[in-house]
């Protein structure tokens, strides 16, 4: 069994113990207000492809953009365009690293 827990506060991290995970399925319950939406559960995905001994790459896909209803095109263009995910992927990556050669 795997286990994950990320810490909800600005610079939190993310951790993961037990078998080595091929996905990773998150719930964004933020609306295009920026307000919490849980009805949204718009199911972010990720997947985990073992490139090497050490390197992992992943994607991350938003799915049920149409849950966002006329500002869905907003959305995918903030998400696809001006998002962090692909910061917030680098700053994993690096704490990895950093971890891994420790």
Do not use: C, Q
């Not at 719930?27 to 849980?38: E, F, L, Q, T, Y």
């Not at 995918?76 to 917030?88: A, K, S, Y």
């Amino acid at each position: 069994m795997s286990v994950a827990t990320m810490e909800v506060r600005v610079s939190g991290a993310a951790y993961f113990r037990g078998s080595r995970p091929s996905r990773l399925i998150l719930s964004w319950d933020i609306g295009a207000d920026w307000s919490i939406r849980p009805e949204l559960e718009d199911g972010n995905r990720g997947a985990l492809h073992r490139e090497g001994k050490d390197s992992t790459r992943v994607e991350l896909e938003h799915r049920k953009l149409d849950r966002y209803g006329a500002r869905r095109e907003e959305m995918r263009r903030i998400f696809e365009t001006e998002g962090d995910w692909g910061r917030l992927l680098a700053m994993f990556a690096a704490r990895a690293a950093a971890e891994a050669s420790a």
